[in-house]
């Protein structure tokens, strides 16, 4: 029977659709109920075929495996089709992701693959028809962070954590008199510490220049207030040398380009530039040379552990600004920074087991999230990295200019010649560079991809 002549017949008033129509199933998209009696569903393998000029032969090429269209025919029926019609169209128009309740397949999630047709006819009294064709809607895994995001994250997380257990060690309202001079021996002891190791080794100047201003505040701790503000104003002198090295060690900020330019009223105050491996290695000795003062008195051990965490964490930092030339370089750094992390986190265990009120469980799952992401930032960039490798020259010969060993090393590339060189003379400190004796072992940059 067409739809007109069950209106007409008064069948559709009073008859259950399920009873009426044979295998005429319920189902619905975005809320919108309609019966299905036809549907097809694509699915196999997405099989590519190529064709090659001057070649009767093909080549199939396998994609991988396809859940593709749902295509339907489904019907609105009922007096309100036409209000039906309209709320399916509404449902269409909708941008993204639907429900499609499907009679055999059940809840699938869709999208419109193309625009649908709504089809009315004056033969078929309350009746519409529509044809759409639908596609399964796979959810997007949001792409991971990069190595380096994803150092930086747990950098800010170790960071947070450091002043969190620090300014839960100088929590209490009222610490007595003991504590207070506690906190200044130990931010005077620390100003010592850093001074005489931004006066020892490479770069002093620069390293001495960056901590200026944050060693003359650890002098007036003693002098805060005691009051609500008291352990962040604390943190704040603290974590200013760590802070400060960190950020005269990053690279500066690329200058404005064209309007920008422009607008900037005064260009910015010069800052002191500390290399970084130098910055690095001072956050490094610090942090241990902090560690000893980790006694079981509150709230020294407290105070030492967090700076020792801040400082190894801008260490960090600084490590993922670092230029590495060889990968035996990268290698040395990732070495270090794992294992003056992992003092941290063994130090945090010890006093968590203490049950201080500082308890720094967090600090430990912060010390070691950020192991995880410099050993994946680092194992990363190690793999691009060329190697350091050796080469000796020839037994019993007589010495020989190094230029022939960078002729020898350049191979077929002349004009890496002069590079080679002086990497030569640079690494293996050559004394005299035209006459290298018989016998000796250069260490030389290989190129990447070759074997070291």
């Not at 019609?85 to 639907?98: K, N, Q, V, W």
């Not at 799952?365 to 992401?373: E, G, I, M, S, V």
């Amino acid at each position: 029977m067409s739809g007109s002549l069950l209106a007409a017949s008064g069948l559709l008033a009073n008859t259950p659709l399920g009873a009426l129509l044979d295998g005429l199933f319920p189902a619905s998209f975005r809320g919108v109920a309609f019966h299905m009696p036809d549907v097809r569903h694509e699915v196999g393998r997405r099989v590519v075929r190529f064709f090659f000029p001057g070649l009767d032969a093909t080549v199939h090429e396998d994609l991988g495996a396809l859940d593709g269209g749902i295509a339907v025919t489904g019907l609105l029926l009922g007096d309100d089709y036409v209000r039906r019609a309209e709320a399916l169209a509404e449902a269409f128009r909708t941008p993204g992701p639907g429900t499609l309740v499907h009679p055999w397949l059940g809840e699938l999630q869709v999208v419109l693959a193309r625009p649908a047709q709504i089809l009315f006819s004056e033969r078929e009294l309350r009746l519409a028809r529509f044809d759409a064709l639908f596609e399964p809607w796979i959810e997007r895994v949001p792409a991971r962070l990069d190595t380096l995001g994803g150092l930086l994250a747990a950098v800010d997380g170790l960071r947070a954590e450091a002043r969190a257990l620090l300014r839960a060690a100088l929590a209490p309202a009222l610490l007595p008199l003991a504590a207070l001079a506690a906190v200044q021996d130990f931010a005077t002891a620390t100003g010592a510490l850093w001074a005489r190791l931004a006066a020892a080794g490479r770069g002093s100047g620069a390293l001495r220049a960056a901590l200026a201003a944050p060693l003359g505040g650890l002098g007036a701790i003693g002098a805060l207030a005691l009051d609500d503000g008291y352990p962040d104003a604390v943190a704040a002198r603290l974590f200013a040398a760590p802070a400060a090295l960190s950020a005269a060690a990053a690279p500066p900020p690329a200058p404005a380009i064209g309007p920008a330019a422009e607008a900037l009223a005064a260009p910015p105050a010069p800052r002191a530039r500390v290399a970084a491996a130098d910055a690095a290695r001072v956050l490094l000795e610090a942090a241990a040379a902090l560690a000893p003062a980790a006694a079981d008195q509150e709230p020294a051990a407290s105070l030492a552990l967090a700076l020792a965490a801040a400082s190894r964490t801008e260490a960090a930092a600084c490590v993922a600004d670092l230029a590495f030339e060889s990968r035996q370089e990268a290698l040395a750094w990732r070495a270090r920074l794992d294992a003056a992390l992992a003092a941290t986190a063994t130090e945090a265990a010890r006093q968590a087991a203490t049950g201080r009120v500082a308890a720094p469980g967090a600090l430990w799952r912060a010390a070691t999230a950020l192991r995880t992401a410099l050993a994946a930032d680092l194992n990363e960039r190690i793999g691009r990295l060329p190697g350091v490798a050796t080469l000796r020259l020839p037994a019993g010969a007589a010495a020989m200019p190094a230029w022939l060993a960078a002729h020898h090393l350049a191979g077929d590339d002349p004009g890496r010649v002069v590079a080679v060189l002086e990497d030569l003379v640079r690494r293996n400190r050559l004394r005299l560079p035209g006459a290298v004796a018989g016998g000796t072992r250069l260490e030389y940059l290989a190129p990447a991809g070759r074997p070291a």
